[in-house]
């Protein structure tokens, strides 16, 4: 078992759509049933799936979350949601300009805190779940460093009318995927805002011209943008993540997908959702010296799943 | 004492570790040899054993705390050796819950549909009527005003017009609670329309067409009546249930699906709309009654209907008033057995000049 001599390793998914229908068509029915409480359990269900078919080097992957830890951080996500939103609601009905104005700002505060608040929760404990050959994921951010990043990046995304946020994005990406760590590897993201920004001009340039045929080659564009730009240490050495993704393959991808999903009413999204999984990964290389049989573990024991839910609610999808 | 071979992490480090691991009757002894040749041991008591993985013949053990040791094995009858040896454990327990595939996932599909279309049906509109009957009338009042203010911004009040119906409105007992306002709006439309709480709207193009008084009185009994069971608000509450309830099921979807079943939708709350259209009518006729008026006037109003009927710019009034005719044989019916009404001269009188001031406009 020499890692060394084989530079090139990639991920894969082995997953079928009729095993994830099971699992989604029994979570379907039972948050129906119990008025959506089952919801953490059915997202548990869901994420254990996929990991455990998810493979690397001949392991797989584990999720250790459970329904009972996100129902607790649902409970809270709901309260958080509720609170904000009720407050929000109760100033737009006061007829009082002054306490509406207050209103809107303390809604706009409240999702400039929440926001981050969730993304920093829900990656912390998702990371926290995560691990492969008993070594866990770890998101080592604080909290202050990502409200600060994600303040400064919302106010000057706002005040430029949206040219800033290409920089808001990678500022994000930089300072998340940096705090990521698997046992001894360390994540780093040298992702750059004018490319990105150059990058999105001539997706919507071309995308405008192309009467959006060029959609799904700019798509496909952000996706390899993301991960080509991610870095892996370990031990001094820095190990590369490609993605060789074609346009025209993200175009079948997502042709098929709509198709699958309109025909069978919603039905056939667990389906949808394999096909995605196993193109994605199997476009993705990671290359250079990284030694899977030395990770070493340097995570600790971490329990909240606040984020998770929150983030689920606001439908933020992180990572 | 059964022996299985499987693959042994520490927990420390990532390194795969051939081991072999011995089912003795309380424990799990898994022993291992290092580049070293040195033999290591370890003892795994069962009831500190992390629920069991199984994904086809791959077998995932966990043991113990942060960070957990794990054990993997792919032999053949690794599983049920474990059921002999630890019948009782709780590691082995797994969720039927997790097993649902094949023809089981479909029945489950099934069931869920069935579910789902009883709810939709038979149980969303009833709950959202109860939730709707128990909104206290200052707030529907309050709701309905707003929607008011919001509807009559666009609009041409005729407030003439206005005046005198609410002076004819004022001499019929209406038998309700609700505070009834009457608003004449200029237009062509034959329609008129009752918002939550007691606000009437009447476009001025049915007053043209109206004949008697007793007409106008049968127009406002009916949408009185509206008013009165609260119509409008159970049918935003139907309606506002039943896409909140669709859309929440169906989240995932995309917009062609959400736009299919949207319409589906308001064409079930069509045949609701229906109903409370004859319960209307039914409340009309006995505010007739009540005020020893003549309930040929509603016979007479559906005449007016029918013949709007026909152009297509008045379709929208067939939409939330369907199926004229029916009602207009029903209401005849009851007109017939009707004996004792009058003409009122208060109404006649205040009617009449209501007619000047549609004249004038003309």
Known sequence: ?319 | MKQFSVLYYDGNTSLSRRAVVTLSPATLEIEWQDENSLTHRQSWEVDKIHKIEIIENLHIVRYGDFPLQTIECSEKGFSEALKQVYPNAVFLRISPLTQVSGLKAVAVALALVAFLIGAYFFVLPPVAEFIAGRIPQKMEVELGNSLYSRFVEDEVKDDKLTLLLNKFAREIDFNTTYPIKITVVKSAEVNAFALPGGNIVVYDGILKKINTAEELAALLSHETAHVAYKHSLKSISRSLSGYVFISLILNDLNGFTTVLIDNANSLNNLSYSRTLESDADIRALETLKKNHLSQYGLVGLFEILSKEGGDNEYLKFLSTHPLTSERMAYAKAQALRQKHFSSNSKLNAIWKEIQVVCKKAN
């Open chain 1, 1 to 319: 078992m020499e890692n060394l001599e084989s530079p090139v390793k990639q991920i894969t998914f082995l997953g079928t759509g009729g095993k994830l229908f099971g699992i989604y068509i029994t979570n379907l029915f039972l948050t129906v049933l119990t008025l959506g409480l089952y919801y953490p359990w059915a997202k548990a269900s869901v994420l254990k799936y996929i990991y455990q078919e998810t493979e690397l080097e001949g392991s797989r992957f584990t999720f250790h979350g459970t329904g009972k830890e996100m129902f607790m951080g649902f409970i809270k996500a709901v309260g958080i949601v509720v609170v904000v939103y009720a407050l929000f609601m109760a100033a737009l009905y006061s007829q009082n300009a002054f306490i509406t104005f207050l209103g809107v700002l303390l809604y706009f505060a409240a999702l400039a805190v929440v926001v981050p608040v969730a993304i920093h929760g829900s990656l912390k404990y998702r990371m926290s779940r995560t691990s492969w050959r008993g070594i866990h994921f770890g998101y080592r951010g604080e909290l202050k460093s990502l409200i600060g990043v994600f303040i400064k990046g919302f106010l000057f995304t706002v005040l430029s009318l949206g040219i800033y946020g290409p920089w808001f994005t990678i500022s994000l990406r930089r300072y998340l995927i940096g705090n990521i760590r698997f046992g001894n590897v360390e994540f780093e993201y040298i992702g750059d805002g004018t490319d990105l920004f150059l990058l999105t001009i001539k997706g919507y340039f071309l995308t405008m011209i192309t009467a959006g045929i060029y959609s799904f080659w700019f798509a496909k564009d952000l996706i390899n943008y993301y991960v080509d730009n991610i870095r892996l240490k370990q031990d001094g050495r820095e190990i590369q993540l490609q993605s060789y993704l074609t346009g025209g393959e993200y175009f079948r991808l997502a042709f098929i997908n709509s198709l699958i999903i309109v025909f069978t009413f919603g039905l056939g999204a667990p389906w949808a959702t394999v096909r995605t999984l196993k193109i994605l990964y199997s476009n993705i290389f990671i290359e250079g010296e990284l030694d899977l049989d030395n990770l070493i573990q340097t995570e600790k024991a971490y329990k909240d799943a606040t984020g998770e839910d929150v983030a689920d609610m606001l439908d933020i999808g992180i990572i």
